[in-house]
C-alpha cells in the first residue's frame, strides 16, 4: 500500500489530499478563497498566495486527520508545479519541500493539467478502464478557468494535444460574461443556476471556430476553441438593450441570457469534441476541469456521446482544483522513482511544455 500525499495551489484553492494507490481518494480537503476574491470580480495572484500561506498548515491537518494517517504514514509527496499562477503555486511547492526535508519523503513535481484530466479517474470503477485496452484512445476534453483543450491518450502512453483556445478559457469566458450580467465571480455555477430558468434559444450568440453560420473553418483551428467572441456579442446584445449602464436586468432576461450565452459554450465543446472522437475514433471521452461540473455539458455529452464509446465525467469534487487528482497522479510518479523524487531544487511554472506522454494511461510510463 502506497500513501500519497496531494497538495494543491495553482490558483485560488488551498488543497492536501491523502490518496492510497492512485485510487482511493482517503481526504480531499479544500480551503477555497473564492470569498476573499470576489469583491475584485476574479482572482488576485498576491492575494492568492498570502491566502495560501496562512491556510495550508490546517488544511494539512484536516487531509491527515480525515485520513487518519499522520506523515510518518505518508510515502511520497506530490505537488503541482504548474501551470498557475506563480505567486500561489509558490506556496504549494515551498510548503512541499518543507513537509519533504523535515519529514525525510521523495518529493514530485506534478503537472496540474495532467492532474485535472487522471481527477476523472479517481474510484475504483473508472480506474479499471486505464487498464482496459479496448478503452483506447481516449480524448480527454479539460475545460476550466485556465484551459480549454482536447488530448488524445493512447494506450501506450503517448498523448497528443489536439487543439486548445486561443483566446479565452471556457470557464474564464463563463465569468466574465457573470461579471457582465453582475452576477459575481466564480461565473461558472452562478451561471448554470441562473440559466436553469432560461430560454437557451432566445439569444444566438455565435459558436466560433465550429464552421457554423456559413464561415469556413481552418483545418489548424480544427480542434482549436475560440470564446472571447461570444462574450463580445454578449456585450453587444446588452448595450443593444440598453442594459450596459448597471441597470437591474429583469429576471427572465437575465435567465435567457444566461442560458442563451450557457448553450453557446456547451453547444462548442460538444461540437469539437464529437468531431475529435469521430475523427481519432476514440473509445473513451473524459470530460474534466472545472466547467466539466456543468450540469448542461454534462447532459449534453451524455446524450451525444455513441453508446459504444465510454464517457468518463469526472465526479463533481475532482472537476475543480482539488489535491486529490494531484496525489492521485503523484503515485505514478513515485512508481518511476520511489527512491528520490525530484528532490527539493525543482521550481514552479506558469506555463509547461505541451504534454506528449502521460504516465498513468496503458502500463506505459511517459
Ligand atoms: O478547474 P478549476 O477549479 O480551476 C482552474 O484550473 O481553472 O476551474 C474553475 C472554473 C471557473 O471558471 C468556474 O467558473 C468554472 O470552472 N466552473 C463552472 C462550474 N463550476 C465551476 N463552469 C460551469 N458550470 C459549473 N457548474
Ligand atoms: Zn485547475
Known sequence: MTLILGIESSCDESACAVVRDGVEVLSSAVASQIARHAAHGGVVPELAAREHLSAFPRVLDEALNTAGVAMSDIDGIAVTQGPGLIPALLVGVNFAKGLALRHHKPLYGVNHFAG????????????QLLEDENAYPMLALVVSGGHSSLLLLHADGHARHLGWTIDDAAGEALDKAAKLLHLGYPGGPVMQKTAENGDKTRFDFPRPLTGAAGKALSEENRYNFSFSGIKTSLLYTLEKLDLRNGKPIEPQLLADLAASFQEAVVDVLSRKAMKALKDFNARTLIAAGGVACNAALRERLTSLVPGNVNLLLAKPAYCTDNAAMIGGLGYY?????????DGVGFDAFARLPEITAIRFAGRTQG
Open 333 to 341: 510518479h513515485y512508481l518511476a522513482d520511489p527512491q528520490q523524487g
Open 116 to 127: 485535472h484530466i487522471y481527477g476523472a479517474f479517481l474510484g475504483t470503477e473508472q480506474h
